[in-house]
């Protein structure tokens, strides 16, 4: 389906385009995915590939933009979100946190690639010290698509990061005129255009350039995180091993002797472990990898000492976060500490 385009890295600064003055300045990070996509015919809706068109022709593109805002870009990366590695979420965070101390800045866009943009998302939700609005957007289809979803999502995103009510609410996802907290929000389905679904419900709706807000998040967040973009230099080896029936546990034990600190048990139901595998997790346990116990079942949760015995195997259970953003909270957390205690208290918080 979608195919990368090499990778780039080209910070340039950013610089406000002329338009009225008054209105709020946002800056655009672009990053790559299908949002800037191209493909071969206006039929090929899934056939093309992600990552082409720079942020300068995205935004030319959009007058439609200068409405809501006075907006400039940056193309920050130009690849495909199954691409990125931590560096580059590092990078990302670092850029996101130097604009948004900028007085002259007043909220930030992020356009992404759609498959791990729940996973950035909720990275810079946990590492990013702001108020100002941070908003991410993809789209399903490329801009030469008939039908294509990006020029409006990311007029909807330029809306809210432009809105002084998304101030304050985290990091935020807009996507097919829905605002979801990145916290919550992930990839449910792929091809639609709806793709995206959080299992406590959006946060509001942006329609015709205004934003309706209906709920704002309870979990700790950006200026109320404990952690920092400014004291994290490189973050640990922390991976996801999948379970299903008939798992033979080779996949854990290769990734436990390969160095990962932690490991993300995606369990079936309600976070189940094969009983070939507790001993194994026990065992690496031992060697002082952190085991976090979550569920491979979007939208449920994982509760303490059910299905395992986590006290006494001193594991963690991942709350509701799905695996992939329970990676990130273990990765972000063992830059700070290594107590189980005070890991479970952060999986619970944030
Ligand atoms: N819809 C998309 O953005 C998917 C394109 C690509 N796989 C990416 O995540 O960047």
Redesign the pocket.
């Given at each position: 389906m979608?195919q990368a385009a090499p990778s780039t890295i080209a910070v340039q600064p950013a610089a406000a385009a002329p338009a009225p003055a008054g209105l709020p300045h946002v800056v655009v990070l672009a990053t790559?995915?299908?949002?800037a996509?191209a493909g071969a015919s206006a039929t090929s809706s899934a056939t093309y590939q992600?990552?082409k068109v720079p942020v300068d022709q995205l935004l030319a593109g959009l007058p439609e933009l200068g409405k809501a805002a006075r907006v400039s870009g940056e193309q920050v990366f130009q690849i495909?979100?199954?691409s990125f590695t931590n560096e580059q979420l590092l990078t990302l965070a670092r850029r996101v946190q130097a604009l948004v101390r900028q007085p002259d800045v007043q909220g930030i866009v992020i356009t992404h690639?759609?498959?791990?943009l729940e996973e950035t998302g909720f990275f810079l939700n946990l590492v990013v010290q702001t108020d100002k609005p941070v908003v991410l957007v993809?789209?399903?289809r490329p801009g030469t698509a008939l039908s294509a979803d990006g020029a409006l999502n990311l007029v909807g995103a330029v809306s809210v990061a432009a809105s002084p009510e998304s101030a304050g609410k985290g990091v935020l996802v807009s996507m097919h005129d829905e605002i979801h907290t990145a916290r919550d929000v992930a990839k449910m389905a792929n091809i639609k255009t709806s793709a995206f679904a959080s299992p406590w419900g959006p946060l509001g709706m942006v329609v015709e350039g205004k934003t309706w807000w209906f709920r704002a998040p309870v979990k700790r967040h950006t200026s109320a995180s404990e952690f920092s973009i400014d004291r994290i230099q490189a973050l640990p080896a922390v991976d996801i091993v999948y379970s299903y029936a008939n798992v033979p546990g080779t996949a854990l034990d290769a990734l436990g002797a390969a160095g990962m600190q932690a490991v993300i048990h995606a369990g079936t139901g309600n976070g189940s472990v094969a009983d070939r595998i507790v001993p194994r997790l026990n065992e690496w346990r031992r060697k002082g990898v952190v085991v976090v116990r979550s569920s491979r079942i979007p939208g449920g949760f994982v509760l303490r000492n059910a299905e395992q015995p986590d006290d006494k195997y001193d594991w963690i259970v991942a709350h509701d976060l799905n695996p992939q953003k329970a990676r990130l909270l273990a990765a972000v957390a063992l830059t700070q500490t290594r107590d189980t205690r005070e890991l479970q208290r952060i999986f619970w918080e944030y």
């Open positions: 979608a790559g995915g299908t949002i996509g992600a990552a495909a979100s199954e690639g759609t498959d791990t993809g789209s399903m």
